[in-house]
C-alpha cells in the first residue's frame, strides 16, 4: 500500500515562502494522480492543488492561483508544492493526497494521506 509522508511545514512571515515535499513509498507515484488537501482552523478540508500522472495537467484553487506551484518527480517519488507570496488566510495544515483522477480526489475519494504538516503565516 501507498504511504505518503509530508515535509517543509512550518512558520513563515506574510509574502513569505515555503516549499513542502510529499514522499511517496510502497507504490509507483506515476501510477497516481497526486494533490495537496488544507484545512485550516474552523473550516473544512478542501483540495489546494493537483497534478496528473506526467504533470501535463494541473489544477490550481482559485485562491492559489499565481502563487502556489505543484510538481512532481516520478524518478525520485516525489511530489513538491511551492508556496510564494504567502498570506495568514494560507495557515493550515497541508495533507499529501493520492488518487485516481482530478475528478475522484475532488470529490475525495483518495487512496492514500499523508499525515499532514503545519503551516502558518504570520502577520
Known amino acids: 500500500q501507498m504511504q505518503l509522508v509530508e515535509s517543509g511545514g512550518g512558520l513563515v512571515q506574510a509574502g513569505g515562502s515555503l516549499r513542502l515535499s510529499c514522499a511517496a513509498s510502497?507504490?509507483?507515484?506515476?501510477?497516481?494522480?497526486m494533490g495537496w488537501f488544507r484545512q485550516a482552523p474552523g473550516k473544512e478540508r478542501e483540495l489546494v492543488v493537483g497534478i496528473n500522472w506526467n504533470g501535463a495537467m494541473t489544477y490550481y484553487a482559485e485562491s492559489v492561483k499565481g502563487r502556489f506551484t505543484i510538481s512532481r518527480d516520478n524518478a525520485k517519488n516525489t511530489v513538491y508544492l511551492q508556496m510564494n507570496s504567502l498570506k495568514p488566510e494560507d495557515t493550515a495544515v497541508y495533507y499529501c493526497?493520492?488518487?485516481?483522477?482530478?475528478?475522484?480526489?475532488?470529490?475525495?475519494?483518495?487512496?492514500?494521506w499523508g499525515r499532514g504538516t503545519l503551516v502558518t503565516v504570520s502577520s
Open positions: 493526497a493520492a488518487a485516481t483522477a482530478l475528478a475522484t480526489i475532488r470529490g475525495g475519494a483518495v487512496d492514500a
Open positions: 510502497g507504490r509507483f507515484l506515476s501510477d497516481y494522480y
